[in-house]
């Protein structure tokens, strides 16, 4: 078993522990949750005091142009390309995770007839979006597990939705295998980008969404962004075509003419303050080596796994044991996996429950020190040995588990 004197000196040799600096983490606070939010970079607080202080309070109309707030969405998502191996001109930044999906699979579906199809067991709300666009289209649609995908993307699918990442047990799909099928996918990366390495163009990835509050920290209710390849950008039509798609928007025209490239994808005004924030977070991720990030999941994976299955046997794992197979959390079922949760939140590590019974932790190599998995195995145990999690207050938890 790894000893706590060889774990600090894992810290104390790690090529990305400057980065943990450079986010504001409570000290009392072992943050591990999985990952809804990530933590506020530092630079994010002057950069949003600048946004509202000086370019709207000052400058007013004026930082459209002068602090570049019309570029905003097209510059972070070429900043974002670089993070999953697209091209310039191949991202941008828009609308919620589920307003980009929803556009790009209206447009995806819009090519050729067929089903549409789903995952039913990943994160519900790309389910929701994908039976909408079904019932739009008047298509038939069809929700399979995760590990019957492989099998469900046949010829009959006009288009389908996968998250790489699934967002309870972090079991990861085959991206360049799936998409060689031939069926056309919106891939969801909000697992992915920042936990994981990847390279869009390398696996034949045509269209992708993804958000940004999540490894990117860019801040609750972060903007999302869309990827589409350059060459299906000129047959790509948004359902939702709004001003700022406009190929002139200012020349206010209601006959609708849409824009070039990858901003026909854009449709009302951006979220400027939401964006601002975004933009500190991937410039952190950018900075960062991403094998280094993708090194050090797999041993704080490797760590946490073996400190539970030596201290709490009773908690099952359920997260891949090979790095390639899974993301950047770790997940263990329990029946009363809420209140495990919510104990463990009672003594300052923050992880968080998915129905039914997962308890689930974020692995995030830019601000978690291997010392901090051993302290936090450390708790879990002593909560899972005491019955801490037994408390009735443990046993329901508020509106966002």
Not at 247 to 265: C, K, N, V
């Amino acid at each position: 078993m790894t000893t706590l004197d060889e774990v600090r000196d894992w810290d104390t040799a790690d090529p990305l522990a400057g980065f943990r600096d450079r986010f504001a983490l409570p000290d009392d606070i072992i943050y591990l949750n999985g990952n809804s939010l990530g933590p506020l970079p530092r630079a994010t607080v002057q950069r949003m005091r600048d946004t509202v202080e000086r370019d709207w309070g000052e400058g007013l109309i004026r930082s459209w142009n002068e602090r570049d707030w019309v570029g905003a969405p097209q510059r972070i998502g070429d900043k974002i390309a670089r993070l999953i191996g697209a091209s310039p001109g191949e991202v941008v930044v828009a609308d919620s995770t589920s307003v980009c999906l929803f556009k790009l699979l209206m447009a995806a579906a819009a090519w050729r007839e067929g089903a549409i199809l789903a995952e039913s067991d990943n994160f519900p709300t790309d389910a929701h979006v994908a039976g909408r666009v079904a019932e739009l289209l008047g298509r038939e649609f069809r929700c399979v597990p995760h590990d019957r995908v492989a099998d469900a993307l046949a010829p009959d699918v006009a288009a389908a939705v996968i998250t790489q990442v699934h967002y309870r047990t972090a079991h990861r799909h085959d991206m360049r295998a799936l998409t060689a099928k031939g069926v056309r996918i919106v891939w969801d990366l909000s697992h992915s980008i920042g936990a994981i390495p990847l390279d869009l163009a390398r696996d034949g990835v045509e269209l992708a969404v993804g958000c940004g509050y999540k490894f990117l920290n860019g801040g609750p209710g972060a903007p999302a962004y869309i990827y589409a390849a350059k060459e299906l950008q000129p047959r790509l039509h948004s359902p939702i075509t709004g001003w700022w798609g406009h190929a002139a928007p200012f020349d206010f025209s209601t006959r609708f003419e849409s824009a070039e490239g990858i901003t026909r994808l854009l449709s009302g005004t951006p979220a400027v303050l939401g964006l601002m924030a975004l933009e500190v977070g991937v410039d952190l991720m950018l900075e960062a080596d991403q094998a280094q990030l993708a090194a050090k999941s797999a041993r704080l994976h490797d760590l946490f796994a073996a400190r539970i299955a030596a201290l709490c046997p009773e908690l099952r794992g359920v997260t891949p044991a090979e790095p390639t197979a899974r993301g950047s959390h770790i997940a263990f079922a329990h029946p009363y996996a809420r209140a495990i949760v919510g104990a463990l939140i009672a003594r300052g590590v923050i992880g968080d429950f998915r129905t039914p019974d997962i308890a689930r932790f974020a692995l995030t190599p830019l601000t978690l020190r291997y010392e901090d998995v051993w302290k936090a195995t450390e708790i879990i145990a002593e909560v899972m040995a005491s019955g801490q999690w037994q408390d009735p207050r443990f046993a329901s938890g508020g509106m966002v588990p």
